[in-house]
């Protein structure tokens, strides 16, 4: 038969096969108790693959690196190098987190790693558009040798910006790990007995543990990643009371799904600081013995609302990233050393992150003697609003002063914001750069303050521009919810999608004229939710 287009199918890039057999067996070489991968195989994205998370064994989180991945030349066995190119090494120059070049081995089954940093970048010599790149075959990886993950974590600490993107997380895991150290040592063992209240316990066991790794399994990836199954400790057990805690079972412990404890060491998990209660006392009902399955699904719900409490989730969708990057930037330009405007690209960004905002909290430690809520440890939502215009201005000319004379940060600091976790901010710009975004536009209209009368900040935005940030609102949030339920409840999608129950979505807004009023009766929408062809009004909401 006769080919209705006269022209083959694309061809995959050449360049796939043994860039895919280098990420295969650095997958699998490495120690993935310690080291989480994310890694795409995909030739159109310039300058790196993916990356690394690095973990403590109790998989406390540490850090993130970057990662380029190539395969090694057969020439170059004995000699590890590659050649990379200019573009490349500038990235690596300019980027916030540390980069890694990785080449694989893939006839000995081994990798060897280098830092690109911009120490090394200055003992480079290029002529062209490349350069060959050395690799000590002291760098190795390989099966059953974790040497490598030392050195990484020492990467991490002392990189110049010492960014704590965890500090929700880490602070939950260390606790999560000194509670159960407790409990490890102090469990009395229960192998063989048999009592009435096991039957239920495992019932309950069994739906919490089916949970997780199924609809919940976001739970498990985030507070229990290495976990084989969650136990449970129990110091009193009848119909109408329980006191009991979780601990997790990891894979390469074997251990008991439930264990009794005495109230000495009952005492002693209480006294633990942590966000999650760790202990769960009940004393007029016994839900594990009364209802054990729904129980489960009460759990779910205490960890779900810690995870958005405290913004653990991470944001891999291109508008909610360029959302969260303009509300940051207006808020704390002056520590990045950004004008407020509508378009930026992701290298200024970076390199505001990587040059700027390190020597500015220098500086603003140095004169303004903030006082550390632990040692290098500053929170920019209690420092930055006791900077007057005055000392702003002196500190933009001593940053800029510094980084021309090229007097960079040697000790970095930990940072932190509650309405702008730093993790979300790093994790968002690599998942930028891995989604090949070079420029970010301003989404919604920003407020105009030069309109507003007595009447405060609510009369920023026209009546136009309140139209124009509506309709983009609700343009978005379909794509942006139906994306956040994909990645976080999978199995959820086809009953929790947006459109579920109703095909149209008509909004009704109401402004009102009068300037005089309160500024947050000015705009009031109307949202309504239409069924089928007749149009049936199924849903109204108010949003004032």
Known sequence: MAKIIDSDPAKYSETN???????????????????????????????????????????????????????????????????????????????????????????????????????????????????????????????????????????????????????????????????????????DPIIGLEKPEYRKIHIFLDRLNFL????????????????????????????????????????????????????????????????????IDYYSENPIEAIPEEHAYKIMQDYLKIIFDKKLLSIKHVSLCREMFFSFIDKFHECLGLEIKNQYTLLEIKDSFNNYFPIWLDEVVKTKKIILVDINYINLDFMVPKINKKDADELDRRVKERINKNQLVNDGFAIRSEKYPINLIIESLNFLSLENISDLERFYVPPNYDIITKIGVGAAYSSEDIMKNIKIFYQELPKAYDHVLESVFPSFKSKLNFFNGFNKLIIVVEIEDDMECAPQSRQLVKVCLREGKHGKNIKKKLYA
């Not at 195989?41 to 998989?59: A, F, H, R, S, V």
């Not at 739970?219 to 129990?234: D, E, P, T």
């Not at 601990?247 to 404890?261: A, C, S, T």
């Open 17 to 187: 096969i043994p860039e895919s057999d280098a990420i295969r067996v650095l997958n699998f070489i490495i120690n993935l108790n310690n080291v989480k991968t994310e890694i795409k195989t995909n030739d159109k994205i310039p300058n790196i693959d993916g990356y690394l998370e690095i973990t403590e064994d109790d998989q406390t989180p540490i850090g993130k690196i970057e990662v380029q991945i190539k395969k090694l030349s057969n020439n170059d066995i004995d000699n590890p190098k590659y050649q990379c190119n200019k573009k490349f090494l500038s990235y690596c120059e300019n980027n916030i987190l540390p980069v890694l070049i990785i080449v694989a081995d893939t006839t000995n089954i081994v990798a060897y790693w280098r830092h690109i940093d911009k120490d090394f970048l200055k003992c480079l010599k290029i002529k062209g558009e490349s350069v060959n790149v050395n690799i000590e075959i002291e760098n190795i990886i390989k099966k059953g040798n974790s040497n490598y993950l030392e050195k990484w974590k020492k990467i991490i600490r002392k990189y110049k910006i010492r960014i704590n993107s965890y500090d929700n997380l880490f602070e939950i895991m260390k606790n999560l790990q000194n509670a159960n150290n407790i409990l490890s040592s102090n469990s």
């Open 212 to 279: 997780l790794k199924t609809d919940f399994s976001i739970i498990n990836k985030i507070f229990y990643n290495s976990c084989w199954k969650l136990g449970l400790a129990y110091t009193n057990y009848s119909r109408t009371e329980v006191s009991y805690v979780l601990y997790p079972i990891n894979f390469e412990k074997n251990d008991l799904q439930i264990k009794e404890i005495s109230k000495n060491v009952r005492e002693k998990l209480s006294e633990e600081k942590h966000i999650f209660k760790r202990y």
